[in-house]
């Protein structure tokens, strides 16, 4: 089974903060995104990467950057944490035709 | 720009009840189309995926949906609820690009 893990279930930060989460997966895949998710709103894409470090912006990319140093591992940077940041994020990764399969998900909250 | 629209936010519905949860997009050329649950504490799956031949696509636990080309829809059902089917369904589609979320809909069942 396809598995993607993420760093962190639940993470507090405070205003002004560099957060990082972190993402893995060892299936080999070479897509792997973030997104975030909001009720209502279902889940934004904020960037995705085809290839090591290769990124691109999806629709929410502002106040957000990516690192992918590794083939297994991308990273989620929030240079510095603000309240509408408070969101659940969700990893994902698939082949370059496939589904995606996600993480279990990393609460943020931004007091 | 594609988008998704998953026509009911939240629905409610007693054990044994059939189950129809609406998806449509605009897009006009060739999709992937897919549905992702996402149970209580859980992270998100894919229930059944389209990519091309019968439109009548069969998912794991007793899900299908129906890719309309003509009405740009891809609908969920299922004939028979339990109460385990309790979840957050997610409507996805992949056209040139990007796969595009619906904002999903929050379905309980009522023992």
């Known amino acids: 089974d396809v598995k993607v893990t993420q760093s962190s279930r639940y993470l507090v930060k405070r205003t002004g903060e560099k957060v990082f989460l972190e993402c893995v997966q060892d299936?080999?895949?070479?897509?792997m995104f973030w997104y975030r998710q909001d009720p209502g709103l279902g889940l934004r894409l904020i960037y995705f990467?085809?290839?090591?470090?290769?990124?691109e912006k999806g629709d929410i990319p502002e106040g957000y950057s990516v690192s992918r140093e590794k083939k297994e591992r991308f990273s989620l940077i929030l240079e510095s944490a603000s309240t509408n940041q408070t969101s659940m994020y969700l990893c994902?990764?698939?082949?370059?035709?496939?589904?995606?399969?996600f993480g279990p998900g990393t609460r943020l909250t931004v007091l | 720009a594609q988008s998704v629209s998953q026509h009911n936010h939240h629905v409610i519905l007693s054990e044994a009840a059939s189950l129809e949860l609406g998806c449509n997009y605009s897009?006009?050329?060739?999709?992937?189309l897919f549905w992702y649950v996402q149970y209580p504490g859980q992270h998100l799956q894919l229930l059944l995926k389209?990519?091309?031949?019968?439109?009548l696509v069969k998912g794991i636990k007793g899900f299908e949906a129906e890719f309309i080309k003509s009405k740009f829809s891809f609908n969920l059902r299922k004939p028979s609820v339990q109460w385990s089917d309790t979840a957050e369904y997610f409507c996805?589609?992949?056209?040139?690009?990007?796969?595009?979320f619906g904002a999903g809909t929050q379905v309980v069942v009522t023992p």
């Open positions: 990467s085809y290839d090591v470090k290769m990124k």
């Open positions: 389209y990519f091309s031949g019968d439109p």
């Open positions: 996805a589609v992949k056209g040139w690009g990007k796969l595009q």
């Open positions: 897009y006009g050329g060739t999709v992937n």
């Open positions: 994902a990764s698939s082949s370059r035709i496939n589904e995606q399969f």
């Open positions: 299936m080999d895949h070479e897509n």
